[in-house]
Protein backbone atom coordinates (compact mmCIF):
# COMPACT_ATOMS: atom_id res chain seq x y z
CA UNK A 1 0.00 0.00 0.00
CA UNK A 2 2.83 2.99 1.06
CA UNK A 3 5.02 1.45 -1.54
CA UNK A 4 3.04 0.79 -4.43
CA UNK A 5 -0.70 1.12 -4.24
CA UNK A 6 -0.90 5.11 -3.06
CA UNK A 7 0.67 6.20 -5.70
CA UNK A 8 -1.44 4.48 -8.45
CA UNK A 9 -4.91 6.14 -6.43
CA UNK A 10 -2.88 9.82 -6.19
CA UNK A 11 -1.98 9.20 -10.07
CA UNK A 12 -5.80 9.01 -10.71
CA UNK A 13 -7.07 11.74 -7.98
CA UNK A 14 -4.29 14.02 -9.56
CA UNK A 15 -5.55 13.30 -13.06
CA UNK A 16 -9.09 14.47 -12.03
CA UNK A 17 -7.70 17.27 -9.75
CA UNK A 18 -8.51 16.06 -6.60
CA UNK A 19 -7.03 15.89 -3.64
CA UNK A 20 -7.68 14.22 -0.29
CA UNK A 21 -6.83 13.51 3.28
CA UNK A 22 -4.15 11.03 4.20
CA UNK A 23 -4.29 9.48 7.72
CA UNK A 24 -0.71 9.14 8.41
CA UNK A 25 0.64 7.05 11.45
CA UNK A 26 3.57 9.36 12.41
CA UNK A 27 6.36 6.62 12.41
CA UNK A 28 6.01 6.47 8.35
CA UNK A 29 7.52 9.69 8.68
CA UNK A 30 10.61 8.12 9.07
CA UNK A 31 10.29 5.02 7.14
CA UNK A 32 8.79 6.80 4.32
CA UNK A 33 9.80 9.91 3.52
CA UNK A 34 9.48 9.57 -0.29
CA UNK A 35 5.68 9.09 0.46
CA UNK A 36 5.29 11.82 2.71
CA UNK A 37 7.06 14.22 0.35
CA UNK A 38 4.75 13.20 -2.75
CA UNK A 39 1.80 13.46 0.05
CA UNK A 40 3.05 17.15 0.66
CA UNK A 41 3.74 18.27 -3.57
CA UNK A 42 0.23 16.63 -4.32
CA UNK A 43 -1.25 19.00 -2.14
CA UNK A 44 -2.98 16.83 0.35
CA UNK A 45 -3.87 17.65 4.09
CA UNK A 46 -1.88 15.08 6.14
CA UNK A 47 -4.07 14.29 9.10
CA UNK A 48 -2.01 12.18 12.37
CA UNK A 49 -3.28 8.92 12.66
CA UNK A 50 -1.38 8.34 16.09
CA UNK A 51 2.11 6.76 16.44
CA UNK A 52 1.27 3.04 14.57
CA UNK A 53 -0.83 0.11 14.84
CA UNK A 54 1.40 -1.13 17.91
CA UNK A 55 0.13 2.17 20.47
CA UNK A 56 -3.87 1.37 20.84
CA UNK A 57 -5.46 3.85 22.96
CA UNK A 58 -7.40 2.56 25.64
CA UNK A 59 -8.17 2.54 29.55
CA UNK A 60 -5.43 0.35 30.61
CA UNK A 61 -2.92 3.06 29.01
CA UNK A 62 -1.31 5.37 31.95
CA UNK A 63 -2.49 8.80 30.97
CA UNK A 64 0.98 10.28 31.14
CA UNK A 65 2.14 7.73 28.91
CA UNK A 66 -0.94 8.38 26.31
CA UNK A 67 0.07 11.93 26.71
CA UNK A 68 3.50 11.08 25.54
CA UNK A 69 2.09 9.36 22.23
CA UNK A 70 0.18 12.05 21.48
CA UNK A 71 3.01 14.58 21.78
CA UNK A 72 5.42 12.46 20.18
CA UNK A 73 2.98 11.83 16.94
CA UNK A 74 1.89 15.50 16.79
CA UNK A 75 5.52 16.39 16.60
CA UNK A 76 6.95 13.94 13.96
CA UNK A 77 3.89 15.08 11.78
CA UNK A 78 4.19 18.25 12.57
CA UNK A 79 8.53 18.31 12.35
CA UNK A 80 7.40 17.66 8.37
CA UNK A 81 4.50 19.12 7.41
CA UNK A 82 4.33 21.79 9.97
CA UNK A 83 0.88 23.53 11.36
CA UNK A 84 -1.08 21.79 8.40
CA UNK A 85 -1.33 18.89 10.95
CA UNK A 86 -4.98 19.64 12.42
CA UNK A 87 -6.76 16.04 12.19
CA UNK A 88 -6.39 13.01 14.52
CA UNK A 89 -7.31 9.29 13.92
CA UNK A 90 -6.62 7.28 16.87
CA UNK A 91 -4.87 3.85 15.71
CA UNK A 92 -7.93 1.37 14.32
CA UNK A 93 -10.16 3.77 15.99
CA UNK A 94 -9.02 3.37 19.34
CA UNK A 95 -9.83 5.79 22.23
CA UNK A 96 -10.05 6.13 26.26
CA UNK A 97 -11.77 8.16 28.00
CA UNK A 98 -9.22 10.87 28.04
CA UNK A 99 -7.84 10.36 24.63
CA UNK A 100 -10.06 13.61 23.54
CA UNK A 101 -8.99 15.65 26.28
CA UNK A 102 -5.12 14.89 25.40
CA UNK A 103 -5.71 15.24 21.58
CA UNK A 104 -7.33 18.93 21.95
CA UNK A 105 -4.64 19.56 24.43
CA UNK A 106 -2.49 18.93 21.53
CA UNK A 107 -3.53 21.04 19.33
CA UNK A 108 -5.69 19.41 16.83
CA UNK A 109 -8.50 20.77 15.68
CA UNK A 110 -10.60 17.95 14.71
CA UNK A 111 -11.07 13.89 15.18
CA UNK A 112 -12.69 10.93 13.44
CA UNK A 113 -12.40 8.62 15.75
CA UNK A 114 -16.48 7.88 16.02
CA UNK A 115 -19.01 6.55 13.66
CA UNK A 116 -22.20 7.96 14.91
CA UNK A 117 -23.32 10.55 12.89
CA UNK A 118 -22.70 11.84 8.73
CA UNK A 119 -22.71 15.96 9.37
CA UNK A 120 -19.66 17.30 11.70
CA UNK A 121 -20.52 18.20 15.48
CA UNK A 122 -18.97 20.09 18.00
CA UNK A 123 -17.42 17.97 20.89
CA UNK A 124 -16.44 19.76 24.13
CA UNK A 125 -13.28 18.92 26.07
CA UNK A 126 -11.33 19.81 28.54
CA UNK A 127 -8.43 21.37 26.49
CA UNK A 128 -11.16 23.14 24.56
CA UNK A 129 -13.58 22.00 21.32
CA UNK A 130 -12.91 19.35 19.03
CA UNK A 131 -14.69 18.65 15.73
CA UNK A 132 -15.73 15.36 14.95
CA UNK A 133 -15.83 14.45 11.29
CA UNK A 134 -17.56 11.89 9.74
CA UNK A 135 -15.65 8.82 8.78
CA UNK A 136 -18.28 6.39 8.03
CA UNK A 137 -16.97 2.85 9.04
CA UNK A 138 -19.64 0.88 6.90
CA UNK A 139 -18.83 2.64 3.48
CA UNK A 140 -15.10 1.94 3.69
CA UNK A 141 -13.06 -0.61 1.80
CA UNK A 142 -11.65 -2.19 4.39
CA UNK A 143 -15.11 -3.13 6.16
CA UNK A 144 -16.67 -3.93 2.44
CA UNK A 145 -14.06 -5.39 0.36
CA UNK A 146 -11.66 -7.04 3.52
CA UNK A 147 -13.87 -8.38 6.25
CA UNK A 148 -17.25 -9.27 4.11
CA UNK A 149 -15.60 -9.98 1.25
CA UNK A 150 -17.72 -8.57 -1.15
CA UNK A 151 -16.57 -7.44 -5.01
CA UNK A 152 -15.08 -4.47 -6.15
CA UNK A 153 -18.09 -3.65 -7.83
CA UNK A 154 -20.07 -4.17 -4.69
CA UNK A 155 -17.86 -1.53 -3.15
CA UNK A 156 -18.37 1.16 -5.58
CA UNK A 157 -21.93 0.46 -6.22
CA UNK A 158 -22.63 1.27 -2.58
CA UNK A 159 -20.32 4.28 -2.93
CA UNK A 160 -22.56 5.30 -5.63
CA UNK A 161 -26.27 4.95 -4.19
CA UNK A 162 -25.21 6.77 -0.87
CA UNK A 163 -23.95 9.48 -3.22
CA UNK A 164 -27.42 9.77 -4.87
CA UNK A 165 -28.87 9.68 -2.17
CA UNK A 166 -26.87 12.58 0.14
CA UNK A 167 -27.04 14.68 -2.98
CA UNK A 168 -31.36 13.76 -3.28
CA UNK A 169 -31.36 15.15 0.11
CA UNK A 170 -28.53 18.38 -0.47
CA UNK A 171 -31.36 19.14 -3.34
CA UNK A 172 -34.43 18.98 -1.04
CA UNK A 173 -32.86 20.93 1.79
CA UNK A 174 -30.65 23.26 0.00
CA UNK A 175 -27.88 22.27 2.39
CA UNK A 176 -24.57 20.39 1.93
CA UNK A 177 -23.96 16.83 2.52
CA UNK A 178 -20.82 14.87 2.86
CA UNK A 179 -19.45 11.89 1.53
CA UNK A 180 -16.28 10.78 2.87
CA UNK A 181 -14.44 8.10 0.18
CA UNK A 182 -13.10 5.78 3.29
CA UNK A 183 -10.57 3.72 0.76
CA UNK A 184 -6.83 2.17 1.80
CA UNK A 185 -4.55 1.78 -0.78
CA UNK A 186 -3.59 -1.74 -0.09
CA UNK A 187 -7.19 -2.40 -0.90
CA UNK A 188 -7.87 0.28 -3.53
CA UNK A 189 -4.61 0.84 -4.82
CA UNK A 190 -4.17 -2.70 -6.10
CA UNK A 191 -3.89 -3.72 -9.87
CA UNK A 192 -7.16 -5.27 -10.46
CA UNK A 193 -9.35 -2.08 -8.63
CA UNK A 194 -7.41 0.61 -9.90
CA UNK A 195 -9.53 0.83 -13.14
CA UNK A 196 -12.75 0.46 -11.02
CA UNK A 197 -11.39 3.01 -8.48
CA UNK A 198 -10.53 5.80 -11.48
CA UNK A 199 -14.48 4.37 -13.05
CA UNK A 200 -15.87 5.37 -9.67
CA UNK A 201 -14.20 8.76 -9.38
CA UNK A 202 -15.90 9.78 -12.62
CA UNK A 203 -19.36 8.34 -11.83
CA UNK A 204 -19.38 11.04 -8.68
CA UNK A 205 -17.83 13.68 -10.54
CA UNK A 206 -20.41 13.40 -13.61
CA UNK A 207 -23.04 14.18 -11.08
CA UNK A 208 -22.34 17.40 -10.67
CA UNK A 209 -22.80 19.82 -7.40
CA UNK A 210 -19.58 18.46 -6.02
CA UNK A 211 -17.53 19.92 -3.57
CA UNK A 212 -13.68 17.82 -3.34
CA UNK A 213 -12.39 19.20 -0.02
CA UNK A 214 -10.35 17.78 2.73
CA UNK A 215 -11.12 17.13 6.52
CA UNK A 216 -9.86 20.54 7.64
CA UNK A 217 -11.39 22.05 4.48
CA UNK A 218 -15.05 21.00 5.61
CA UNK A 219 -13.95 21.58 9.45
CA UNK A 220 -13.76 25.14 8.52
CA UNK A 221 -16.87 25.39 6.38
CA UNK A 222 -18.98 23.87 9.26
CA UNK A 223 -17.69 26.34 11.81
CA UNK A 224 -17.92 28.98 9.58
CA UNK A 225 -21.66 27.92 8.95
CA UNK A 226 -22.62 26.98 12.91
CA UNK A 227 -20.44 30.34 14.11
Not at 105 to 112: L, P
Not at 151 to 167: I, M, Q, W
Request: aromatic content about 8%; overall charge negative.
Amino acid sequence: GNRIGIFRMMAAMTARRLTGTALISAQLVREYPVLMEEIARAGWEPACAGLDMAHLHHSGVAEATERGWIAEAAGLMRGRFGEAVTGWHSPAWSESAQTPDLVAGEGFAWTSGWVNDDMPYAVATKAGTLTAMPLPQDLSDQRMLFQQNLATEDFTAAVLAAHATLDAEAAATGSGRILTLSVTPWLMGQPHRAKAFAEMLDAVLARGSVWNATGADIAAAWKEQVG
